[in-house]
């Protein structure tokens, strides 16, 4: 048994949460002992808070009498607890490890080879392959993307370290001709100095498992390690070798996460959003990191992975059926993660912020889109928990990626059966107890924003990141406006899923296809096309609110405002130029808005190049 590498710190003080989370020099067994304490302190963190929390629910339906539909209630209060527990979990460990340790990053990887990035030493020639996956793509953005990312790979020198391979399931065939157009000519740009694969498959197997799967099998024996990345994704030359240096450092490492960030956008609903997810992440990431270790996530993109064992552990077969949830495996990312870390290797997530981004929804209609397909990727793994050959964890993690959906018809179930108890309950009798009330409206909503929260009391409290965000007032301006934004999506999230996944029961099956990234305005019969479910929710909410005091309903008004106002809603911040107008304005300023790192540079030099490409080919076609 071989002893590890001796972690390094940012400086040489050691703080007391240093002496208590971490070893100087440990081994594997040392290593997976440790794990098993963090995991069981975790555990019973989560468990002791399920048990006080549901006895508060019972003490609050159950005073005033019993009733069925108050059984319902507590079964669906019970479905959503499990997501909002760890959430509130991960947030709390997060922020003691960003308040109280001198290198939080260093605790989650204690007793793991860090490698260390020398810049100055080559790489291994064509070591790692660049996967761009794309289908039916904006073939000019994707390769200004990967034009920026080639370009900051031979600032630094580091060209002959990587192969670049774009795979194409495009099936359209204007984005097919774009598509050879635009790699060709990137292909002719870097002739010589790197090698740039073009390559379209006829048939689309596996969707983009599937994709990746053929790549492993007809190229994979070329290279060690193989970067995935979506049509969105940009990586700094930096974070590309960072990922090299800790896979040869540590040869049980299957799979390397990195924490993905949002590029800064004209979209005035991705900005809030994004900047909300940000915040959210860092706790959230960090204090996950720190109890799964090894058996960390995996989100499909901007990550590397070690391609033999990839090939050898994670091919995936379709799911067998003919309802909606067989066939391919649309969330595949998770079940790769699982079966990695069954095979023995580390899946893990790296949680520091810079040098890997990604392009959100640029407006709520495509933002519902990407999360139902998710939603349905999620619920596949129903089948799969019946599979044999995960482990422990790798099942839980399954179950709780289908309690992330399955948590938004439970909230509405919930509602609808209150509403049911407290219309129905005798005026002379008390619905719910209101103390025990109370202490669980305030719990529950501390938890929910705990992850928001916990990365938001750092910030304020660092003086240097403060400044990156804006500043103490702008930080603080746009935090209480993007948990209002929160509070109104959260309900039209929640009953998009809903009829999303009762649709799916039902048999409807989902598309494969491209997804729009540029921003611009939605129009009125668009927005009332694709909400009117929501609008329909809230209209009936406030008829029944008006049957009621304000008093008696003030605390599910932004369960129906939000719905009620999904359209305008959904049409006013679509729109680009409320975005850049709140760009300007400082509000949810991200720290790469203050100070624009290098690689971000160029990539903004290749957009506006193609931007005035694209505005020229336009005057010549009007012109005509």
């Not at 799969?384 to 948590?407: D, N, S, V, Y």
């Not at 103390?435 to 003086?463: C, D, E, N, Q, W």
Request: aromatic residues 12%; hydrophobic residues 45%; positive net charge.
């Amino acid at each position: 048994m071989t002893k590890q590498s001796r972690v390094p710190v940012e400086n040489a003080r050691t703080s007391l949460v240093d002496q208590l989370l971490s070893t100087n020099i440990i081994d594997k067994h040392q290593e997976n002992k440790r794990l098993f304490r963090r995991r069981l302190i975790f555990g019973g963190l989560v468990l002791t808070s399920f048990a006080a929390l549901t006895t508060i629910m019972v003490l609050t339906l159950f005073l005033g009498g019993f009733a069925l539909s108050k059984v319902v209630m507590l079964l669906a209060f019970l479905v959503t607890l499990p997501w909002l527990i760890i959430g509130f979990w991960h947030a709390v460990i997060g922020l003691t490890l960003m308040r109280f340790s001198s290198n939080s990053t260093a605790q989650v990887y204690a007793g793991t080879p860090l490698g260390t990035l020398d810049l100055k030493k080559p790489l291994q020639n064509k070591q790692t392959a660049l996967l761009s996956c794309v289908r039916n793509e904006d073939s000019p953005e994707v390769a200004a993307k990967l034009e920026a990312m080639l370009q900051d790979l031979d600032r630094l020198e580091k060209l002959n370290g990587f192969a670049l391979y774009i795979l194409s399931d495009s099936n359209d065939s204007e984005h097919i001709r774009q598509e050879m157009r635009e790699f060709s000519l990137l292909r002719a740009r870097w002739q010589n100095r790197i090698e740039v694969f073009y390559r379209r498959r006829e048939k689309n197997t596996g969707f983009k498992a599937g994709n990746v799967e053929d790549f492993c099998r007809n190229w994979g024996a070329r290279h060690e390690y193989a970067v995935t990345l979506d049509a969105d994704s940009f990586l700094s030359a930096e974070s590309l070798c960072h990922l090299v240096s800790k896979m040869n450092a540590n040869p049980r490492l299957g799979i390397l996460q990195t924490l993905v960030l949002g590029l800064s956008t004209s979209s005035f609903f991705t900005r809030v959003f994004q900047w909300g997810m940000r915040l959210g992440m860092r706790s959230y990431t960090l204090g996950a990191a720190w109890w799964q270790g090894s058996s960390g996530p995996y989100w499909g993109h901007n990550a590397i992975f070690r391609i033999k064992p990839f090939t050898q552990f994670c091919m995936l077969e379709p799911l067998p059926g003919n309802d909606a949830l067989s066939g391919p495996i649309l969330s595949h990312d998770q079940v790769e993660a699982a079966m990695m870390a069954d095979a023995g290797y580390e899946v893990r997530v790296w949680p520091v912020e810079g040098g890997s981004y990604e392009e959100n929804p640029p407006h709520l209609i495509e933002f519902i889109r990407r999360d139902l397909r998710w939603c349905h990727g999620n619920l596949q793994y129903f089948k799969l928990l019946r599979e044999p050959g995960f482990k422990l964890l790798g099942r839980i993690q399954l179950g709780l990626a289908i309690l992330m959906f399955a948590g938004s018809p439970a909230w509405l179930v919930f509602i609808a059966m209150a509403i049911l108890t407290a219309s129905v309950s005798a005026p002379e009798t008390v619905a719910f107890d209101p103390f025990y009330g109370t202490i669980l409206i305030v719990v529950i909503m501390s938890m929910v924003f705990a992850p928001k929260l916990a990365t938001l009391a750092h910030i304020l409290s660092v003086r240097s990141e403060r400044r990156e965000y804006g500043g103490f007032f702008s930080v603080s301006v746009s935090a209480f406006f993007e948990l209002v934004y929160s509070m109104l999506l959260a309900p039209v999230m929640a009953i998009a899923h809903s009829i999303f996944i009762a649709q799916l029961f039902a048999g409807r099956k989902t598309q494969w296809g491209g997804q729009e990234r540029q921003p611009h305005g939605i129009l009125f019969l668009l927005a009332a096309e694709k909400f009117w479910p929501q609008t329909l929710f809230g209209l009936c909410g406030v008829i029944w609110m008006m049957d009621y005091t304000f008093a008696d309903t003030w605390l599910l008004l932004p369960v129906i405002l939000g719905p009620l106002l999904t359209i305008p809603f959904a049409m006013i911040t679509s729109k680009p130029v409320l975005g850049m107008y709140f760009k300007h304005s400082g509000l949810w300023a991200l720290p790469e808005e203050k100070k624009t790192p290098l690689e971000l540079q160029g990539l903004n030099k290749e957009q506006r190049r193609v931007e005035l490409e694209l505005a020229k080919a336009n005057r010549a076609a009007a012109t005509r």
